[in-house]
């Protein structure tokens, strides 16, 4: 185990690694379809279903493995997607000159658009399924991150390490590949860690006012359907039909802020085994040694 990282991060990686095996073994371990009624609708706990029915008698234990598969997906799917285009997006802008101003003014009208406006619009536009919703939070989400990438990389080309490396002969190919991409890579799991924060907040909003895909149930969805039932809260299941999802949303961000945080806290970036002296004799040894 790493000691320089933070308890709560571990504690961050137990409690996805729980959420992940509830989503892959759903089959397994859930004990009914969550799809067809199995009971009386609103049924408090029993030992037949621990966790109670809905408005329409499915069993909601069975409906919350089932959904941890929905919310992982779109959660990390739009991680992925965000993270890679923030990256390329971020490194052609620091790279390529003529690419910088327009790349960075598309980031800076996406960054001053309000999100779930932004979000609501699209999805309303382009229809609620579960591949929209993912391509349209991972297509809004990336300008903030493209902005670090690109700054990391204007700092890594002005080192004067890099200055050395040139005059050595190094070319353009050889600075990107073993300066510029490992200097940009340090930051990619605190990306990906925050979107997937980001990703699950903004499913569960967006399904819970309705823009879900209503072909598969998710957290967001269970809360949804919970609080359109009339006088909810004059019914003795309402605890059951909102807590449970609720706690879940919740320990997927709490696991990826420790996670994100224990990232961040890291007191030496990979770059600095990869370059252990910024100065003249890295560049030096990487020539001597073939790393053209």
Partial sequence: MDKRRPPLFWAGWGVLGVLAAAAVFAPLLAP???????ATPLTLPTRAHPL???DIGQDLLSQLLYAARTSLIVAVSVAMISTGLSWLVGLAAGMVRW???PLMALSDLLLALPNIPLYLLVVTLVGPSRRNLILVLALLSWPAFARVVRSVVLQTRSASYIEATRALGATDAHIVRR????ATLDVLPTKLTLTVRF???AEA?????GLGDSASVSWGTMLSYAFNEPLLFNRAVWPWLILPPTAAIMALILATTWISSGFERLPE??????????GIDAPQRELVGGGK
Avoid: K, V
Wanted: no cysteine; proline share 17%; hydrophobic share 35%.
């Fill in 52 to 54: 109670g029915t809905n």
């Fill in 269 to 278: 970036p990979s770059r600095r085994r990869l370059h252990p002296s910024p």
């Fill in 199 to 201: 990703a699950i907040f």
């Fill in 99 to 101: 690419l910088e101003a």
């Fill in 179 to 182: 300066h510029l991409l490992p």
């Fill in 205 to 209: 909003t967006l399904a819970f006012l």
């Fill in 32 to 38: 009914y379809d969550p799809r067809l009624p199995t």
